[in-house]
């Protein structure tokens, strides 16, 4: 994380869900001598390409990417993986005099590899795991999600009823340490163990919202139905972390004949325009935050000036 007695400086992309992160990451990582380390908690699975709208081949081409396509969905991985292999991204990046320049949406993924981020003792009661997973399978995820939201409403409001697999460990955490998940996390030293630059996109929310309606369309025109078919025929479940992604659990379900196709891609639909309200909340409460309006989509060069003259402030200060 450091050489000799200077940290390593790494550029931040982030923003919620379609605001065009990736399309102006390109133009600065190719203005900044920058490689990408995907910020992104399902980009990370093989074979989920159209619906967590991963960077193109042709895009992939021009910039290395680092952290996509790392493992099958039907393996584990946790926030504490991602800290390690982002960390060794950004030592090698750095190694060779590339700028690390970590893009996406996933703010605990983001904040676990900048910060000094400590995870939880907190072991598996496999009794208690097995007596959760029952109830999430005969009362339902809402009753399972139910009984988080009165022990620790904060990580409630964060995570998904559909997400079981973190709501059970949230609850595993307050049972085992008598301590919300939320107050471990809030406890994270706001220490950065890189010198930080963090640039923030944002936009008119109707704007937002018309864009995430029609990524949601596009991702439906490129065939996401087929990738989701694809990994249900695989052995992909519903209760897998990895297909607890938005879009593939709704298309999951009307392919399982739960719902039509039309019902889902409005789920897929309101789901995300929740997901970016929550990703703008926990981005907004990060330190020291360089924000950028992009609603105007047609002054992308006076975009990427302005977020220029941030990161050079950032090199310059180093005497880079």
């Not at 963090?198 to 704007?207: F, V």
């Not at 695989?234 to 709704?250: D, H, I, P």
């Not at 379900?253 to 309200?277: D, I, N, P, Q």
């Amino acid at each position: 994380m450091t050489v000799g007695n200077r940290r390593h400086p790494v550029l931040v992309l982030v923003g919620p869900t379609a605001v065009g992160k990736t399309a102006l990451s390109i133009g600065i990582a190719e203005r900044w001598n920058a490689e990408i380390i995907s910020g992104d908690s399902m980009q990370v699975y093989r074979g989920m390409d159209i619906g967590t709208a991963k960077a193109s081949p042709e895009e992939r081409a021009r910039v290395r990417h680092h952290l996509i396509d790392i493992v099958d969905p039907d393996e584990p991985f946790s926030v504490s993986d991602y800290q390690r292999l982002a960390r060794e991204a950004i030592a090698d990046i750095a190694g060779r005099g590339k700028l690390p320049f970590v893009v996406g949406g996933t703010g605990l993924y983001i904040e676990a590899a900048l910060y000094d981020f400590r995870f939880t003792p907190a072991g598996v009661n496999p009794d208690l795991r097995e007596e959760l997973r029952r109830l999430a399978e005969t009362e339902g995820p809402e009753a399972l999600h139910a009984r988080l939201a009165e022990r620790d409403p904060e990580t409630a409001r964060r995570l998904h009823p559909n997400d079981v697999k973190r709501v059970i460990r949230a609850l595993e955490i307050q049972a085992a340490t008598g301590i919300p998940l939320s107050r471990h996390l809030a406890g994270h030293s706001r220490r950065p163990v890189y010198d930080l630059c963090i640039i923030g996109l944002t936009m008119d929310r109707q704007t937002l919202y018309k864009r995430i309606e029609q990524r949601v369309d596009q991702m439906l025109e490129k065939g996401l139905v087929d990738e989701v078919r694809a990994l249900l025929e695989r052995g992909c479940t519903r209760e897998m972390v990895s297909m607890q992604a938005l879009g593939y659990k709704e298309i999951a379900e009307h392919l399982e004949g739960l719902c039509t196709l039309e019902e889902a891609v409005e789920r897929m639909k309101r789901g995300t325009r929740r997901y970016a309200k929550r990703q703008l909340s926990w981005f907004r409460h990060m330190n020291g935050v360089h924000w950028v309006d992009v609603t105007d989509e047609s002054c992308e060069s006076f975009h990427l000036r302005a977020i220029d003259a941030v990161v050079a402030g950032m090199l310059s200060a180093r005497g880079e």
